[in-house]
């Protein structure tokens, strides 16, 4: 018994040995994880003023951009409420009439049904100029109802001021914006679409319709990543989504 005692003595001896060492590369560790910890903090914070630095370069360049070659904003028509002239023509006119003529004006018919559109007939968004615009209301078919008369018609277009001839340079314009913002805020877009696309040959009613679609995804697309406010965004409205994105109070533009 007392042989076998001294030989669980020595083990508690050894094994008390083994636990202190055991402690020392736990406590080891411990400091090491300790200043990996300290490192990762100060790198991640080096990581987040190097993307608050790269999103500030980003802006400055894209409002830049945006300021001097493609400069987007709101331009007023002069149309008037025909609501007011009919209530002017006839002062017996009720009411009930002219609510229904103000309705009428917010109506629009696109695509086979009615849409209603707060902006129609009052403003108006330009690119690259007050000249080159797009209807608020995304009716563009005034481009393919032209071409469907250019097969037509025979002869020179001698319209310099046809509205066709300016939808198709404003999407153009837009293309080459959405395409330059996804270079510079390093965003991958959903869909392919070169720059030439609304330039050169005229384009039929589907070919046309699905490189707007492919337009308007590629805009919405860029205006989520750079959080844009939800309420202010609409599938159709092309220059309007982009004025949006690339305005100086979108306060994560950049990110």
């Known amino acids: 018994d007392t042989e076998g005692l001294l030989r669980i003595k020595e083990e ?15 406590e080891k560790i411990q400091r090491h994880n300790r200043k990996l910890g300290d490192l990762v903090e100060k790198k991640t914070y080096d990581l987040k003023t190097q993307y608050e630095h790269l999103a500030s370069l980003r802006r400055m360049h894209i409002l830049e951009l945006t300021s001097v070659i493609f400069p ?3 331009v007023k028509t002069s149309t008037r409420d025909p609501a007011d002239a009919s209530s002017e023509s006839d002062n017996a ?5 002219v609510s229904k003529l103000a309705e009428a004006r917010r109506t629009t018919y696109l695509s086979g049904r009615w849409v209603c559109d ?9 690119i690259t100029g007050p000249w ?18 250019k097969k037509t018609t025979q002869g020179p277009d001698m319209e310099h001021n046809n509205p066709a001839h300016t939808i198709s340079a404003a999407l153009c314009y ?12 390093d965003v991958n877009l959903p869909k392919k679409l070169c720059n030439r696309q609304f330039c050169g040959e005229n384009l039929s009613r589907h070919r046309f319709t699905r490189a707007v679609k492919k337009l308007n995804a590629n805009i919405l697309h860029l205006c989520f990543s750079q959080h844009v406010n939800l309420d202010l965004l609409h599938p159709l409205h092309t220059l309007r989504n982009l004025m949006y994105l690339v305005s100086p109070d979108t306060e994560n533009l950049g990110r």
Do not use: C, F
């Not at 006119?93 to 009439?97: E, F, K, P, R």
């Not at 707060?118 to 330009?126: A, L, M, P």
């Not at 080159?132 to 008369?149: F, K, R």
């Not at 837009?174 to 805020?185: R, Y």
């Open 118 to 126: 707060d902006h129609n007939g009052d403003t108006s968004i330009s």
């Open 72 to 74: 987007i904003e709101e």
């Open 174 to 185: 837009a293309t080459q914006l959405v395409n330059t913002l996804s270079l510079i805020l």
């Open 132 to 149: 080159i615009t797009l209807p608020n209301n995304g009716d563009y078919s005034a481009y393919y109802n032209w071409v469907e008369e």
């Open 93 to 97: 006119m009720t009411s009930s009439t």
């Open 12 to 26: 508690n001896q050894k094994h008390y040995r083994r636990a202190q060492r055991h402690q020392e590369k736990k």
